[in-house]
């Protein structure tokens, strides 16, 4: 009788064991595409937003390099204020990766952001490009 005892509860602690194994490989992958899915809005317009202010910035600069003059100074100045937009970028980037988000996460959002904002692959060779 006593074995039989044994048995029951040492095959009830291994599906117990078994059972938090399983829930412990399901939940963080649940987890990951719920958080995706519930930010993903969110963060595609702020990176979408911080794309067009770096880009405006860095035309500012240039403009500003080619032609001084104070209409391009303040240009330049308007395009710096419109860098906060990168610092609602960062921040959110930030309370993602604290709620469990790594960067393949947020690399996968931005090119579906990049993506959804694209018309055609020009757009998206254009967004991609490195220009000097």
Do not use: F, N
């Amino acid at each position: 009788m006593r074995s039989i005892s044994l048995r029951s509860s040492w095959l009830r602690y291994a599906l117990v064991l078994a059972g938090g194994v399983v829930i412990g490989q399901l939940i963080p992958p649940l987890w990951t595409w719920g958080v995706i899915r519930i930010a993903e809005p969110a963060y595609q317009e702020a990176t979408y937003r911080c794309d067009r202010s770096m880009r405006a910035h860095l035309l500012a600069k240039q403009k500003l390099e080619a032609a001084p003059s104070a209409e391009t100074v303040r240009d330049l100045e308007a395009s710096e204020i419109a860098l906060i937009d990168c610092q609602d970028y960062d921040l959110l980037r930030k309370r993602l990766m604290l709620i469990g988000l790594d960067e393949t996460a947020l690399g996968y959002m931005a090119l579906k952001a990049i993506e959804a904002k694209a018309t055609d692959l020009q757009d998206v060779i254009e967004i991609h490009e490195i220009r000097y």
